[in-house]
């Protein structure tokens, strides 16, 4: 039931801002009336539609979410009240090793592992743990403020998404797109799966180069030396390799060498693609079973591969009897993990007089993106989509979508990164060992029933739904491939399946391809890629128009956050600290092409004090509004021409404002944009033009005070609506106190566009240059520490008559007021007395007289406050450049120690140009 829409009293004004208790009742209003929804009907053909990165259910929000999502949401709102059709397509993914991770550490501490359960209970229990624990992150993104279509919200998991995966994996399977074979890939004895290449993260490490003898089988008292950091796969090398064209070994090539440890021999061959004969001896090792490039080696000519490692990481006895290994050796390290079986293997090879060095050695090692386990190269049969097949190419039309400028990548410069990783991609390997996913749909036939299988019924039968029977031998014994597809395979279907493919639908039809998708650099190839190539191959269209690609978030010395350097801003608790909008506005602000963003809780601190000058700024209008904002909004807005310079000056800045806000927008530069919101609205309206119209609310004039309500307020409800995007909450709440119509909302209002703006007239340079005087006056009385209720002399030097008549007739009044003086002249002849402080703007030169000024007092003052500041600045850098202080002091206390310098170091240099400027003028002041 949709509840009656909520009131905004303009009698909350009589309090502070309070953004949880607004966040709280706007949203639900928003959810309960339906406004995210997209509308399949609508007569528009504008369209706007985006799917979001779906968050993994395990997942909590983190400022990655929070900026990512903050973005989006900026676009979809801007789009909506511009009246786009739009849809913003909410879900979540399943995260096959990740969830089943979680659930297993479950039944762990209940004493149980997922074994004992089996495959189907363990199942029920993760889909069970998913609907108590796995949405949490969806509350969190309806916190955030995110305007999705959340009666559309899908499941990487649910019925409709799991046909679709279905259907392209048989319809791929089919074109011979996807196949099983046997190869060599990366292994996770932590989660006990296969990971794609993406998925390994590779880690510079401090490690060790052993060099070792391979005895030469014709002539044992000679040698080749072969170089390796892992002395225990060396026992299931099959070849040695030397490069043909090496003077020192290619007379060696077809002859033999013993292996250390083993009773076998290894041909010696000759490879000019895998030895480099500059680098190292000149002689490699091959060892098919644990090295990439070894595998390709041992194509080229032939050679076995032995792998010597179990599914959890452990020395096979079966695999070290099969590369016969001695005896005696295979029973000492048979079980054992890689570090001590490699500690054994080392102390072998030296106690029989193979081992000739030990060098340090830093060099990559690969590690699980989740466990961070170390990877192991492994054997095994998997599943593969071949990607670069030379018929039916998957990679080659996504790489010419983005060459060709039908997808556009911003910032640009990561098109070179997209091209880079699309040229060398390599199949995808597709299967992991684990039971919370897609289960891959195809079956084994056993033939247990029959008696006798035919040999192709060794083949996988690959099917949308089990199959009743072989159609080869017609046994009913099948049994499905227990592995289960890689979580990114149902991803890369997202744009698409989540619209309803493979049914061809309303919502396929009105909203894809996409319009843009808003993404993180670190999955541009795990997600973003295959997006393209699966979308451009089903839906022989683009997945989207645009990929903005934003940064990461760092703290604020542009370290990565951790908990281990307690350093993580938790976007919960700033939200509840600080307000939603401030975040959001922070994350916005910050959000420039290709920079990291480095963020501290004192920017947002900010931005929550921008959001209380905002609600300040518009109780100041309504204690002004003595008939209600209301009856101002209806009002027609008078003819710019006509309007005072105060009133003229701010419609013809909302104008240019406008325009570059919705400019910056189509450029995703949503810092540039919230940049010209905030000095809008914080410098030039607040600061500025509500101090300008103060005389005119409070004078006798009604008309003249009507007309400038009038334009205040059309100025400050058009802000609102320009910010909306930005700062939902406070400009929803405030819309509705201006507006009071409860059943509508700024959701729905029209986005401003900029009018014709008329040609820059000297009434707007006027207004600049009266601001500059002003700024200029202020600045001396600050550093000169002039106490407020000491009214000076001042005056303007200018560059041209008729400048200097405007300005007296139409701004000596606002001057004096505003900067505190008994006196302002302004003209093209005027002298500047020589007991005066002087400046410069773009209008001429002015001055401010120093009388009744103590120079030699405030000189003293200024004396002692920097000692002051020089001693605890001192004290500070002695810190910084304690040794023991620097190396044991946790990450934050240290972070705090530097911007304590900073500030000090700033507060001194401000000081001391005070101090010389004070020091000038008593030179100057005549005796």
Request: charged share 25%; with cysteine.
């Amino acid at each position: 039931m949709v509840q009656d829409a909520p009131r905004s009293d303009p009698a909350r004004f009589d309090k502070p801002y309070s953004p949880r208790e607004v966040e709280e009742r706007w949203h639900r209003h928003w959810l309960d009336r339906g406004f995210f929804e997209a509308d399949l009907n609508a007569s528009t053909d504008n369209r706007f539609s985006i799917v979001i990165p779906p968050p993994n259910i395990t997942g909590s929000l983190h400022l990655g979410h929070a900026l990512n999502n903050t973005l989006q949401d900026i676009l979809v709102r801007w789009h909506r009240m511009r009246g786009f059709s739009t849809l913003w397509l909410p879900g979540t993914d399943h995260a096959g090793i990740a969830t089943q991770n979680v659930v297993e550490r479950q039944l762990l501490a209940e004493g149980t592992r997922r074994d004992a359960l089996g495959r189907e209970k363990f199942i029920q229990r993760v889909w069970r743990w998913r609907e108590e624990s796995g949405r949490t992150i969806v509350a969190q993104l309806k916190r955030l403020g995110a305007s999705c279509d959340w009666s559309r919200e899908r499941f990487t998991l649910d019925e409709g998404l799991s046909a679709a995966v279905r259907e392209v994996f048989v319809r791929l399977h089919q074109e011979g797109l996807i196949y099983r074979g046997e190869r060599l890939i990366n292994w996770c004895p932590r989660c006990g799966t296969a990971l794609s290449d993406i998925e390994v993260e590779h880690e510079e490490t401090k490690g060790r180069m052993y060099h070792i003898k391979y005895p030469l089988a014709d002539d044992p008292g000679q040698f080749l030396t072969i170089a390796t950091t892992r002395p225990e796969t060396m026992l299931g090398d099959t070849a040695v390799a030397v490069h043909p064209e090496d003077p020192r070994y290619n007379r060696r090539i077809g002859k033999k060498v013993l292996l250390p440890l083993t009773s076998r021999t290894l041909p010696i061959v000759g490879d000019p693609i895998l030895v480099d004969r500059e680098f190292g001896t000149g002689a490699v090792k091959i060892t098919p079973g644990h090295d990439f490039n070894d595998e390709k080696a041992a194509q080229r000519h032939a050679l076995p591969r032995i792998s010597l490692l179990t599914g959890r990481g452990e020395m096979n006895p079966a695999s070290l009897e099969e590369a016969e290994v001695e005896k005696s050796l295979r029973d000492e390290i048979a079980g054992l993990k890689v570090p001590p079986a490699r500690e054994i293997v080392v102390r072998r090879l030296e106690a029989e007089g193979f081992l000739i060095q030990v060098e340090d050695h830093r060099h990559a090692i690969g590690k699980c993106y989740r466990c961070k386990t170390v990877v192991e190269p492994t054997l095994s049969p998997q599943w593969f989509v071949k990607v670069n097949d030379l018929k039916n190419s998957l990679a080659a039309p996504a790489i010419e979508a983005v060459r060709s400028g039908r997808i556009r990548m911003i910032p640009e410069g990561w098109k070179n990164n997209y091209f880079g990783w699309m040229d060398q991609i390599q199949d995808w390997c597709i299967s992991r060992q684990i039971w919370w996913g897609h289960q891959i749909p195809a079956w084994y036939c056993r033939g247990n029933d029959v008696g006798q299988c035919r040999p192709e019924c060794k083949a996988p039968i690959v099917a949308l739904k089990p199959p009743d029977r072989c159609p080869h031998c017609g046994s009913a014994d099948l049994v499905q491939d227990p592995d289960v597809l890689d979580t990114w395979f149902s991803s890369a279907l997202w744009p698409f399946s989540t619209l309803g493919w493979p049914q061809k639908t309303k919502e396929l039809e009105r909203f894809y391809p996409t319009s843009a998708l808003v993404t993180s650099f670190d999955i541009l190839f795990f997600w973003v890629a295959r997006m393209i190539m699966m979308g451009l191959h089903f839906m022989k269209e683009i997945p989207f128009r645009d990929v903005y690609i934003h940064a990461l978030v760092r703290d604020a010395e542009g370290q990565k956050m951790s908990k281990s350097k307690g350093n993580v801003i938790d976007p919960l608790s700033v939200m509840e600290k600080y307000g939603t909008d401030a975040l959001r506005f922070t994350l916005a602000s910050m959000a420039s092409p290709g920079r990291d963003i480095k963020l501290s809780e004192e920017r947002i601190e900010g931005n929550r004090n921008f959001a209380n000058k905002i609600w300040n700024a518009a109780r100041f209008l309504l204690m002004n509004c003595p008939n209600g904002a209301k009856t101002y909004l209806e009002r027609p807005l008078p003819n710019p021409d006509a309007l005072p310079h105060a009133d003229y000056w701010i419609w013809f800045r909302l104008q240019q404002v406008i325009g570059s806000v919705n400019r910056n927008l189509e450029e995703y530069r949503f810092d540039e944009a919230s940049r010209e919101l905030y000095q809008f609205l914080w410098h030039e309206f607040c600061d500025w033009y509500l101090e300008l119209i103060k005389p005119v609310l409070y004078g006798t004039d009604v008309e003249a005070a009507d007309q400038t309500r009038t334009i205040a307020l059309q100025v400050f409800e058009t802000v609102l609506r320009l910010l909306h995007p930005f700062m939902p909450f406070i400009t929803e709440e405030l819309w509705q106190i201006l507006h009071q119509q409860p059943d509508k909302s700024i959701v729905l209002a029209p986005y401003p566009t900029a009018g014709e703006t008329p040609t820059w007239d000297k009434r707007e340079g006027l207004m600049n240059d009266m601001i500059a005087i002003i700024t200029e006056i202020r600045t001396i009385r600050n550093e000169l520490s002039i106490p407020p209720t000491l009214q000076l002399k001042a005056g303007m030097k200018t560059h041209e008559p008729d400048f200097a008549d405007s300005l007296m007739r139409y701004a000596e009044n606002d001057i004096k007021r505003l900067a505190r003086l008994s006196e302002f002249d302004a003209r093209i002849n005027l002298a500047i007395p020589s007991n005066a402080v002087t400046f410069v703007t773009s209008a001429g030169n002015g001055f401010v007289v120093m009388e009744g000024v103590d120079l030699h007092r405030e000189q003293t003052r200024l004396e002692k406050n920097m000692a002051a500041v020089k001693a605890t600045l001192d004290q500070v850098e002695a810190k910084t450049k304690n040794r023991e202080f620097m190396e044991k002091a946790p990450a934050l206390v240290k972070m705090k120690t530097e911007e304590n310098r900073e500030e000090l170091s700033r507060q001194y240099l401000a000081l001391s140009e005070r101090l010389r400027r004070i020091k000038e003028m008593q030179k100057e002041r005549p005796a």
